[in-house]
T-cell receptor, first 111, second 114 residues
Framework: DTGVSQNPRHKITKRGQNVTFRCDPI?????LYWYRQTLGQGPEFLTYFQNEAQLEKSRLLSDRFSAERPKGSFSTLEIQRTEQGDSAMYLC?????????FGEGSWLTVV | DAKTTQPTSMDCAEGRAANLPCNHS???????VYWYRQIHSQGPQYIIHGLKNNETNEMASLIITEDRKSSTLILPHATLRDTAVYYCIVRSWNYGGATNKLIFGTGTLLAVQP
C-alpha cells in the first residue's frame, strides 16, 4: 500500500501521559497536514509542513502539542500531559499537487 | 469557518443516482470545489474536484453552476458501500508557501437504502 500511513492506529492512555503519533506520507509528497476529528464533527486543521518547515499552526494546537518533520519525510505529533478533551482521531494528509490524500487516522482515548 | 452549506442528511435507494447539493455563494475566482467522503471510522477519501467546468471520474461527476455559487456531486449508481458523510469544500490553490488547507464543515450523511 503506497498511501499515507499512520501509527499507531489506536492508543489508550491515562490522563497526564505523553503520546506520540507518526505519519508516513506518500513518497515524494512535500506537503503534510495534521487534522483532529471528534465525534460528529468534520476534521479540524492543526498544522501544515512544506518539506521540513512548519508553515502554519492552528490556535487549536496548544502548548502541549508539538509536531515535527525533521527530514521532510515522516512526521510526528506529540501530545504532552494528555487531557480527556484530547480524545479524538488524529489524521495526517499529504500532497505534492492539488489533491490531498488522508491516512486512516490514529484514534486516541484518554482515560 | 467552512464556506459551504450542505444538507445534514439524505437518503438514496440502492442502484439509483445520488445527487448531493452544495452551496458556496462566496466562492472566489481562485477557489476550487472539492468533494471528499468519510466512511465510518476511516480517513476522508478524495472523490473529485473542479474549478468551473463539470468533471467526471470513475467515482462520480461534479456539476458546477455557471456562476459557481453551487455544485452537485452525482454518484450515478449508489451502492450500500457509498453510505458515508460527504464533504463539499472550497479550497484556494496557490503555489509557493501557501497552506492551501482543506476546511471541513459537517457534511451530508448519505444513507443508501437497500
Amino acid at each position: 500500500d503506497t498511501g499515507v500511513s499512520q501509527n499507531p492506529r489506536h492508543k489508550i492512555t491515562k490522563r497526564g501521559q505523553n503520546v506520540t503519533f507518526r505519519c508516513d506520507p506518500i513518497s515524494e509528497h512535500n506537503r503534510l497536514y495534521w487534522y483532529r476529528q471528534t465525534l460528529g464533527q468534520g476534521p479540524e486543521f492543526l498544522t501544515y509542513f512544506q518539506n521540513e518547515a512548519q508553515l502554519e499552526k492552528s490556535r487549536l494546537l496548544s502548548d502541549r502539542f508539538s509536531a515535527e518533520r525533521p527530514k521532510g519525510s515522516f512526521s510526528t505529533l506529540e501530545i504532552q500531559r494528555t487531557e480527556q478533551g484530547d480524545s479524538a482521531m488524529y489524521l495526517c494528509a499529504s500532497t505534492s499537487g492539488n489533491t490531498i490524500y488522508f491516512g486512516e487516522g490514529s484514534w486516541l482515548t484518554v482515560v | 469557518d467552512a464556506k459551504t452549506t450542505q444538507p445534514t442528511s439524505m437518503d438514496c435507494a440502492e442502484g439509483r443516482a445520488a445527487n448531493l447539493p452544495c452551496n458556496h455563494s462566496t466562492i472566489s475566482g481562485n477557489e476550487y470545489v472539492y468533494w471528499y467522503r468519510q466512511i465510518h471510522s476511516q480517513g476522508p477519501q478524495y472523490i473529485i474536484h473542479g474549478l468551473k467546468n463539470n468533471e467526471t471520474n470513475e467515482m462520480a461527476s461534479l456539476i458546477i453552476t455557471e456562476d459557481r455559487k453551487s455544485s452537485t456531486l452525482i454518484l450515478p449508481h449508489a451502492t450500500l458501500r457509498d453510505t458515508a458523510v460527504y464533504y463539499c469544500i472550497v479550497r484556494s490553490w496557490n503555489y509557493g508557501g501557501a497552506t492551501n488547507k482543506l476546511i471541513f464543515g459537517t457534511g451530508t450523511l448519505l444513507a443508501v437504502q437497500p
